[in-house]
C-alpha cells in the first residue's frame, strides 16, 4: 500500500509534458516509473461527424476496431494472445473523441503493441464482425437505453432536447433507423475519412523506452494526413423559456434531468468559480451538495441528487468522471434520481427552487472556505491509475491547457475569491430558460399538473422538523412557469427512432 501511495504522489508531482508534433497530430507522454504502460491512441472525431441518416457510425467504427478481427488475426486469436499477458484493449467513443485504451505490463509491451497497433492501423472490417456488433448497438438503443435504465434515458433525452438539429444532439450509439442502414461500406468509409493524422494523438504513460516512441511515430505516420473536412461544431441553439420533454413509460418511478447550455469549459476562467458553486450545490456522489442534503438527507425522496457543470460519461457506474469525454460545447444540468411517482411534482419544484434561490442569493459566505478546500483534496481522487492520469493528460490536448488540469485547477481555486464565485454564477446560473427531461407514466395527467400549477403537498412516512415542513409550503406552490405549448410527450418507443 505504501508503495503505491508513492507512485500516485509522484505521478501528481510530475509536470506533463507539452504535447510533441507527429505531422499535424500530437505526441502526449507520461514518463514515469510505473511497470504498467497505458495507452490512449486517441482520434478528435465522433458522434457529432456521423452523417444525417447514418447516426451510429462512429461508434460502429470504433467497435469494430476494438472488438473485431485484424488483417493479420481472426478477433477470437487476439483474445488468445492477450490473455497470458493479463492484458486487453477497448474503444470509448463521444461527440467529440474517440480513444482506444490499454494497458499492458512492460514485460510484455512489445507483443501487446503490435495486437494494439494493428488493431488501430490494420483493421479486418470482417462482415461477421460487423453484424455481430451492429446487432449489439441496436439493442443498447432499441432496449436497454430505452428500457433499462431511466437515469441514463433522462440524460439522453435531455441531451437530445438541447442539441436539437446540432451534431451532438443524437445519442454516441447512433439512432433505431441510423444504425439500421449502416452497412460495412459505411465503416470502411468513416475510418477513411476521420482516422487521420490530423485527427490523432497518441498517449502514452509508464516506464516507456524510447524505442516504443519512435516505433510508434513510425507506424501511425502511416495514417493519411486527412483531407475530408469535419462538420463544424456551433453553438447550440438558444433555450427561451421553460421546456418540458415527458418520454411516457410504464416505470415505477419518475427520473428528472433539466439544465441548459453554458458557454465555457476548463479552458475558461469562469469554470473554476463555477467548480466551487458546483460542488456546493451537487457534489457526484458526495453528501456535502445541498441538492443531496435537502432532498435526499432531511426529506427522503431518493438516492441522491447531483449537478455537473460539463458532460459526466455513465454517471450512474462511477464515482469520479472517466477522462476523455472532452467537449467544445457543454451544458450545466441538474440530474434528479427517480423519485416515487407521487412526489414527482413536488421533487422537480424543490430542484428547480433550489437552484433558483443559488441563482438570486449566491453562494453562502460561511461555505465557501469549505468548499474551497474540499475541492483542492478531492483533485488528487480524481485520477487513480496511470491510465487515468494519462487520459486527463490527453484532454489537457484537447482543451489547449497551459499546464495540466490539477495544476491549473489548484492555481485556479488558490486565488479565488468568494465575490468571483457569485458573479460567475451571476453570469451563468439562471431557471428562466431550460429544458426539462422526465421519464414518467400517465404523462399526460402531469402535464395538466405541471402547466396548471397544481398544487403538490407531500406525506411523509416519519416525522419531520417544523422548519422543513415551513419551507414545504413555499415549495408546494413554487411556480415552474411552464406553458402548454412548450411541453412535448413522446412514448418511450418513439425516443431516439
Known amino acids: 500500500m505504501k508503495r503505491i501511495i508513492v507512485l500516485i504522489a509522484f505521478l ?25 504502460i497505458a495507452f490512449r491512441i486517441a482520434f478528435l472525431t465522433g458522434s457529432a461527424q456521423d452523417l444525417a441518416g447514418k447516426e451510429g ?50 514485460d510484455h509491451v512489445t507483443a501487446y503493441y503490435e495486437l494494439l497497433r494493428d488493431a488501430v492501423l490494420a483493421p479486418g472490417f470482417k462482415q461477421d464482425d460487423f453484424d455481430r456488433l451492429k446487432t449489439d ?12 435504465n431511466d437515469e441514463e434515458l433522462g440524460k439522453a433525452i435531455l ?5 436539437k438539429g446540432h451534431p451532438y444532439a443524437h445519442p454516441v450509439e447512433g439512432t433505431v433507423s441510423g444504425i439500421e442502414s449502416l452497412t460495412l461500406q459505411d465503416a470502411k468509409d468513416f475510418y477513411a475519412n476521420q482516422y487521420v ?40 441553439a438558444k433555450v427561451e423559456g421553460v421546456h418540458v420533454v415527458i418520454v411516457e413509460k410504464k416505470t415505477p418511478a419518475t427520473a428528472f434531468s433539466f439544465g441548459y447550455p453554458v458557454n465555457f469549459t476548463r479552458k475558461d476562467d469562469d469554470y473554476y468559480p463555477l467548480m466551487v458553486m458546483n460542488s456546493w450545490l451537487g457534489q457526484h456522489r458526495t453528501q456535502v451538495g445541498r441538492l443531496y442534503n435537502v432532498m435526499r438527507e432531511e426529506r427522503g425522496l431518493n438516492y441522491g441528487d447531483y449537478s455537473y457543470i460539463e458532460h459526466f460519461a455513465f454517471g450512474g457506474n462511477f464515482f469520479q468522471p472517466p477522462p476523455n469525454y472532452s467537449r467544445s460545447r457543454q451544458i450545466f444540468q441538474v440530474w434528479i434520481r ?26 453562502p459566505k460561511e461555505d465557501f472556505e469549505s468548499i474551497r478546500n474540499f475541492l483542492l ?32 485547477m489548484q492555481t485556479k481555486l488558490e486565488s479565488l475569491k468568494l465575490e468571483d464565485v457569485n458573479q460567475a454564477i451571476a453570469r451563468h446560473v439562471s431557471t428562466e430558460s431550460m429544458v426539462i427531461a422526465i421519464v414518467t407514466e400517465n404523462a399526460e395527467e402531469f402535464k395538466k399538473a405541471l402547466v396548471e400549477n397544481t398544487a403538490s403537498p407531500i406525506q411523509y412516512d416519519s416525522p419531520k422538523s417544523e422548519s422543513i415542513l415551513e419551507e414545504d ?7 415552474l412557469r411552464i406553458k402548454p405549448g412548450n411541453v412535448t410527450i413522446i412514448p418511450v418507443e418513439k425516443i431516439f427512432q
Open 12 to 36: 501528481f508531482s510530475t509536470s506533463l509534458p507539452a504535447a510533441e508534433p507527429i505531422g499535424e497530430s500530437q505526441l502526449v507522454l507520461l514518463k514515469n516509473e510505473s511497470p504498467l
Open 57 to 106: 457510425v462512429a461508434a460502429l467504427t470504433a467497435a469494430l476496431l476494438a472488438e473485431g478481427s485484424t488483417q493479420k488475426n481472426e478477433y477470437q486469436k487476439i483474445l488468445q494472445m492477450l490473455f497470458p499477458m493479463a492484458a486487453s484493449y477497448y474503444s470509448q467513443v463521444d461527440k467529440e473523441m474517440t480513444v482506444f485504451v490499454g494497458l499492458v505490463h512492460r
Open 137 to 148: 448497438q441496436l439493442n443498447y438503443v432499441a432496449k436497454s437505453l430505452r428500457f433499462s
Open 159 to 163: 441531451n437530445w432536447a438541447l442539441f
Open 197 to 236: 493524422r490530423s485527427n490523432l494523438v497518441l498517449g502514452v504513460a509508464g516506464d516507456f523506452s524510447d524505442e516504443l516512441i519512435a516505433k510508434m511515430r513510425k507506424d501511425f505516420a502511416a495514417l493519411p494526413a486527412g483531407t475530408v473536412p469535419k462538420k463544424p461544431i456551433p453553438e447550440p
Open 338 to 363: 427517480p423519485v416515487p411517482h407521487t412526489v414527482r411534482h413536488f421533487a422537480l419544484r424543490q430542484a428547480v427552487r433550489e437552484v433558483e434561490n443559488l441563482s438570486e442569493k449566491k453562494l
Open 377 to 408: 483534496n478531492y483533485r488528487v481522487s480524481l485520477a487513480q491509475s496511470n491510465s487515468e492520469l494519462l487520459g486527463y493528460a490527453v484532454d489537457d490536448n484537447f482543451y489547449k491547457l497551459p499546464k495540466s488540469y490539477f495544476d491549473v
Open 473 to 479: 409550503k413555499l415549495i408546494i406552490n413554487f411556480p
